[in-house]
């Protein structure tokens, strides 16, 4: 593309920050100077002291370019302006935080003359916990074939790498975002400033999720095959919870295709991919129903 800028938006999150570690990597590869990376972080409602800090101090220690644009203003009067009661915690108020934050992203670029990189992962992707048109959306997403054990596992061993290059205070960063809850930050705290929203109290864990992803794309087992696989690999799980996620799963996997095919450009990385440019081909109107019955059907 001949493009020398990119933007892209800091959560102090797990996805975030490997999308930014990635891009920084790719920057100095090129020899271009990581100053022309602009990383953003845009704290609303549910933003936590926690997340933001370890942001904050991420940029700093990685040299990009920062820049701060809180969105609550911005999003109160978007609320304003469609009739939504701030107080009504729906996913219009989640999903309007996130699409404002693509939209500050999207005109930034343009600004710069970049691109946006885009966070998401491969998880989300495939059980469609990402916001339509929100962080859903960038010019390049570099996560989206990654999902998201491997994203904590990388994350984990750019600390490693960075203990053992002396700088121990990336180190400490970067592990503490590894041992953040996974969360969109989208609902305030509890009262005591800590993340209230958390993902896998609401989809399942992300080990099971990605353990039924692999097993039906990799080797297209079926569902009994994949829950004989699960309760072997995590005894720890009651049975009975594994087949609840995996009614999670397929429910959101099939009516969540709509989000899949508009994906942004992105990198395959291992075996498995969910672009419609690459090896994912799957109507947006298929049925789990099959797939749904077998589970219902499964003896635990």
Same mark, same amino acid.
């Not at 108020?93 to 005109?107: C, F, H, K, S, V």
């Not at 999720?209 to 072997?232: G, N, Q, T, V, W």
């Not at 995590?234 to 594994?242: A, N, R, V, Y």
């Given at each position: 593309?001949?493009?020398?800028?990119?933007?892209?938006?800091?959560? @102090?999150?797990?996805?975030?920050?490997?999308?930014? $570690?990635?891009?920084?990597?790719?920057?100095?590869?090129?020899?271009?100077?990581?100053?022309?990376?602009?990383?953003?972080?845009?704290? @609303?409602?549910?933003?936590?002291?926690?997340?933001?800090? *370890?942001?904050? !101090?991420?940029? =700093?220690?990685?040299?990009?370019?920062?820049?701060?644009?809180?969105?609550?203003?911005?999003?109160?009067?978007?609320? &304003?302006?469609? #009739?939504?009661?701030?107080?009504?915690?729906?996913?219009?108020?989640?999903?309007?935080? &996130?699409?404002?934050?693509?939209?500050? +992203?999207?005109?930034?670029?343009?600004?710069? *003359?970049?691109?946006?990189? #885009?966070?998401?992962?491969?998880?989300?992707?495939?059980?469609?916990?990402?916001?339509?048109?929100?962080?859903?959306?960038?010019?390049?997403?570099?996560?989206?074939? /990654?999902?998201?054990?491997?994203?904590?596992?990388? /994350?984990?061993? !750019?600390?490693?790498?960075?203990?053992?290059? @002396?700088?121990?205070?990336? =180190?400490?960063?970067? +592990?503490?975002?590894?041992?953040?809850?996974?969360?969109? =930050?989208?609902?305030?705290?509890?009262?005591? @400033?800590?993340? &209230?929203?958390?993902?896998?109290?609401?989809?399942?864990?992300?080990?099971?999720?990605?353990?039924?992803?692999?097993?039906? $794309?990799?080797?297209?087992?079926?569902?009994?095959?994949?829950?004989?696989? &699960?309760?072997?690999?995590?005894?720890?799980?009651?049975? !009975?919870?594994?087949?609840?996620?995996?009614?999670?799963?397929?429910?959101?996997?099939?009516?969540?295709?709509?989000?899949?095919?508009?994906?942004?450009?992105?990198?395959?990385?291992?075996?498995?991919? +969910?672009?419609?440019?690459?090896?994912?081909?799957?109507?947006?109107?298929?049925?789990?129903?099959?797939?749904?019955?077998?589970? !219902?059907? $499964?003896?635990?």
């Amino acid at each position: 593309m001949g493009c020398r800028q990119a933007v892209i938006g800091i959560s @102090g999150g797990l996805d975030s920050t490997l999308a930014l $570690l990635v891009t920084v990597r790719a920057f100095r590869l090129l020899g271009l100077p990581v100053s022309g990376i602009t990383a953003v972080t845009m704290p @609303g409602f549910g933003t936590t002291k926690r997340t933001k800090s *370890n942001a904050d !101090e991420l940029m =700093e220690l990685l040299g990009v370019t920062r820049m701060e644009v809180p969105i609550a203003a911005s999003v109160l009067q978007h609320f &304003a302006d469609i #009739g939504q009661d701030e107080s009504v915690h729906d996913i219009t108020y989640e999903n309007g935080q &996130a699409r404002e934050r693509t939209q500050i +992203l999207m005109d930034l670029a343009n600004k710069v *003359n970049g691109i946006v990189i #885009g966070t998401g992962d491969l998880s989300e992707l495939a059980l469609g916990w990402c916001t339509y048109n929100g962080d859903h959306m960038s010019m390049y997403a570099v996560n989206a074939s /990654v999902p998201k054990t491997l994203v904590r596992y990388l /994350v984990e061993s !750019e600390a490693l790498s960075a203990r053992k290059a @002396g700088n121990i205070e990336l =180190e400490r960063v970067l +592990l503490d975002i590894c041992d953040t809850p996974v969360s969109p =930050e989208l609902l305030p705290p509890d009262k005591d @400033g800590n993340i &209230a929203q958390k993902t896998e109290e609401v989809l399942g864990s992300y080990d099971l999720h990605d353990f039924f992803l692999y097993h039906m $794309l990799r080797y297209h087992e079926s569902p009994e095959k994949i829950c004989e696989l &699960a309760r072997l690999a995590f005894p720890q799980i009651k049975p !009975e919870k594994i087949k609840a996620s995996m009614q999670t799963f397929y429910r959101r996997f099939f009516t969540q295709q709509f989000k899949r095919s508009c994906l942004p450009d992105g990198p395959k990385v291992g075996s498995i991919c +969910l672009s419609p440019r690459g090896d994912w081909r799957m109507p947006s109107d298929a049925s789990a129903r099959l797939w749904l019955q077998q589970v !219902e059907e $499964l003896q635990v």
